[in-house]
């Protein structure tokens, strides 16, 4: 058999990669002659995706509702996938911080600008009638969006404003956790009980999110760019880069879906303007009320003083 040197040189590539983990490089060889080649419907797994939409009822648009939020949760795993990259990163540098801090925000651009399919793409009619099928599930369930939460930011910010003085950090995970500014939406006010909506939620994820809250709690975003030398946290375009995507997921995704709820919610005039899974929708997700920011030192009091109130209420 003729081999180029270059066909030689990987092949003892291949044998060292299999002798380091102690297995037999003819048997890998022999593997690959019956493997069969890869097409792009195996790679993707087309099939598999595109039958995993089923619908509740027979209206048509509730198949553009469903594809759009399962569109949203790949985008949510692309997110997390960037920021694991930040938290693992030994030794980060300025240029692979804002690099990978520019892709996730422009997920989050795609996700903003990608409201307008559920703004305009779907019948109100149509709308109000398959939304009570879904009754008590909601969006506030989305357990990646939560953990985005975690993964950017310190737990004190993502903590209930009422509360948050009282809090460091310090304060026990268990003890935050019940205190989250979206706990809010999911509990009476006057007597504190959570809804079926919350507690479904909790019994799903939440030893999941205590385990991503600990994790997180010393390699999130913030946190990996407090770790930077102090010249470094003065760069413009990584301090630029860590605004934009605070704003563009605390104010301008989170207005952009609060007025396309409003529009099929409240302005339709078809609904009794409540949330699928009741929770008080307006206010808990107005950045204005909710006031969530991820990297508060890096505004101005001017700027935290105003949050939200430049958007529509």
Do not use: C
């Amino acid at each position: 058999m003729n081999l180029t040197d270059n066909s030689e040189a990987i092949l003892k590539e291949i044998d060292l990669k299999f002798q380091a983990i102690n297995q037999k490089t003819d048997v890998q060889l022999e593997g690959l002659l019956w493997a069969k080649p890869i097409t792009y419907w195996d790679y993707i797994q087309t099939d598999a995706l595109l039958n995993l939409q089923i619908q509740r009822t027979t209206l048509p648009d509730e198949m553009v509702f469903i594809m759009y939020h399962q569109v949203n949760e790949l985008i949510f795993k692309m997110i997390l996938w960037e920021i694991d990259q930040i938290a693992e990163k030994e030794n980060i540098q300025v240029d692979f911080f804002s690099e990978r801090l520019s892709r996730i925000t422009r997920y989050f651009d795609m996700l903003t600008n990608s409201f307008s399919i559920m703004e305009n793409g779907m019948e109100v009619d149509q709308y109000m009638k398959f939304r009570n099928t879904l009754t008590p599930a909601s969006g506030f369930q989305s357990a990646q969006y939560r953990m985005i939460e975690f993964a950017s930011t310190d737990v004190i910010n993502l903590t209930d404003r009422r509360y948050k003085a009282n809090f460091d950090e310090n304060t026990d995970l268990e003890t935050s956790f019940e205190h989250l500014y979206w706990q809010a939406a999911g509990k009476d006010y006057h007597t504190g009980e959570k809804s079926y909506l919350l507690q479904e939620f909790e019994n799903k994820y939440k030893v999941q999110f205590l385990r991503q809250m600990s994790t997180f709690k010393t390699k999130n975003i913030w946190q990996k760019f407090s770790q930077l030398p102090d010249t470094d946290q003065q760069n413009p375009e990584l301090i630029s880069a860590m605004r934009h995507y605070d704003k563009t997921v605390n104010i301008t995704w989170v207005m952009q879906h609060l007025n396309t709820a409003r529009k099929y919610i409240l302005e339709s005039g078809k609904g009794n303007g409540e949330a699928t899974g009741g929770s008080d929708w307006q206010k808990y997700m107005h950045p204005k009320y909710q006031r969530r920011i991820f990297f508060p030192k890096l505004w101005t009091e001017e700027e935290l003083s105003n949050w939200g109130n430049e958007t529509e209420v």
